[in-house]
C-alpha cells in the first residue's frame, strides 16, 4: 500500500498535479479509489486509483471515454494516463449527481430520467465498437453468484433446475439485438451538467465494464434502481418514450426487459450478500429489499412463470430478522 502511495505521488508529479489538495470522492464497493484533485486557483480534476494487482485495469475505462466522445456524450475527458499502474487523471463533472438532485427535488425525477434515456438513444444508434458480448454464458455465470451467496443451505440442486430453465430465455435475448451497454447506468452514476447542449448535459461516470448486449439492458438498470425507489408509473413513462424514440417492438422489449432484470437483480442479490459475508460491508444488506422487490416484480412476467416455480422456496421475504441474520454473519466467510 505504501508502495502505491508512492507510485500514485509520483504520477501527479509527472502530470503537474503534485501541488494539488486530494478529497476523497468515491471508493467502496469495487477496488478503485476517486479523489478529487484541488489547485490552490480553484482548478480541480479527478484522479482514478485502480490497482491492476487487485484485478482493475483502467485501459477498458479509456476506450469507452473514447467511444463515447465520438458519439458526443459526455464521458470525463482523459488527462492523464499510466495504464500499468492503474492511475488516470480524467475530467471533474462536478458533484451533481442525478441521485442527489432527484433527492432534494422530486419534480424533477421525470426531466432527469428522460434525459437519461436520451443517451441510451443516441447511444443504441451508433455503430458498436468490438466488446465481450453479453451472451448466454455470461448472463448464466453472472446469475451464479445469487446461488452462492443468497441462497440458504439444502437448496444446492437449485442452480442445475433454474438453469435448465432460464438458458433458453437468456439466449433468446442474447442473440435478439446488440448495442452497447454501460451495465452499471443508474442514478448514482449521471450527472447534471446544465450548461451543455441537448444528451451532453448528462455525464456518464462507471462505464468500463460495458459490452455488446440487448437494448433494454440500461433501461432497466436505471429504472430497477438498487440505491432508490423509482416509481413504477415511471418506470413505464420511461419505457413508453423510449419505444417511442426508437420504434423497437414493444413486446420483444418488455419480455427482454423482465428476463434481464431478473438476472440483474438475482446478481445483485449475490452480490450484496457477498459484501456483507465476504467483505464485512454489513450496509448494503439495508438494500436488499428494494432489490427482492425487483426480482418479485419480474417472475410475474408470463414468460418467467417457470423460473417463479423454480425460485420461489429461496425468495422468502427478506423480513428484519432475515437481514439481522445476514449482518450478524457479517465477515464471516472471508475465502470464499
Not at 211 to 237: N, T, W
Request: hydrophobic letters at 45%.
Amino acid at each position: 500500500m505504501k508502495d502505491r502511495t508512492i507510485r500514485l505521488d509520483q504520477f501527479l508529479a509527472q502530470c503537474g498535479w503534485s501541488d494539488a489538495r486530494r478529497e476523497l470522492v468515491a471508493g467502496d464497493a469495487s477496488n478503485r479509489r476517486y479523489d478529487r484533485l484541488i489547485r490552490a486557483n480553484g482548478e480541480t480534476a479527478i484522479v482514478m486509483d485502480a490497482p491492476p494487482e487487485r484485478g482493475e485495469d483502467v485501459r477498458p475505462f479509456v476506450a469507452i471515454a473514447e467511444f463515447l466522445h465520438r458519439q458526443y456524450l459526455s464521458a470525463p475527458q482523459i488527462y492523464h494516463q499510466d495504464t500499468k499502474d492503474g492511475f488516470l487523471v480524467i475530467e471533474d463533472l462536478g458533484d451533481d449527481l442525478f441521485a442527489d438532485l432527484m433527492a432534494k427535488d422530486r419534480e424533477s425525477q421525470l426531466p432527469l430520467y428522460r434525459a437519461s434515456v436520451d443517451v441510451l438513444v443516441r447511444l443504441h444508434n451508433a455503430p458498436p465498437p468490438p466488446l465481450s458480448l453479453c451472451d448466454t454464458d455470461w448472463l448464466m455465470e453472472m446469475t451464479g453468484l445469487f446461488f452462492d451467496w443468497y441462497v440458504p443451505d439444502g437448496f444446492d440442486h437449485l442452480g442445475k433446475a433454474f438453469e435448465t430453465a432460464y438458458r433458453p430465455l437468456a439466449k433468446g435475448v442474447a442473440e435478439a439485438e446488440r448495442v452497447v451497454i454501460l451495465r452499471d447506468y443508474h442514478a448514482q452514476n449521471l450527472l447534471w451538467l446544465p450548461n451543455r447542449a441537448g444528451v451532453a448535459k448528462v455525464g456518464i461516470l462507471d462505464f468500463q465494464d460495458a459490452l455488446l448486449g440487448h437494448p433494454s439492458y440500461d433501461l432497466m438498470s436505471i429504472m430497477q434502481d438498487a440505491r432508490r425507489d423509482v416509481d413504477p408509473m415511471i418506470e413505464a413513462e420511461m419505457i413508453d418514450y423510449y419505444l417511442a424514440c426508437t420504434g423497437r417492438p414493444r413486446a420483444g422489449f418488455l419480455n427482454a426487459y423482465a428476463i434481464l432484470g431478473l438476472q440483474r437483480n438475482l446478481r445483485i442479490l449475490g452480490i450484496f450478500a457477498r459484501l456483507c459475508l465476504r467483505d464485512g460491508k454489513a450496509h448494503y444488506v439495508d438494500l436488499i429489499p428494494r432489490v427482492w422487490e425487483y426480482v418479485m416484480r419480474n417472475l410475474e412476467h408470463p414468460a418467467l412463470q417457470e423460473v417463479k416455480n423454480l425460485l420461489a422456496p429461496v425468495l422468502a421475504h427478506p423480513t428484519p430478522e432475515f437481514l439481522m441474520d445476514l449482518k450478524n454473519r457479517c465477515a464471516t466467510t472471508p475465502q470464499q
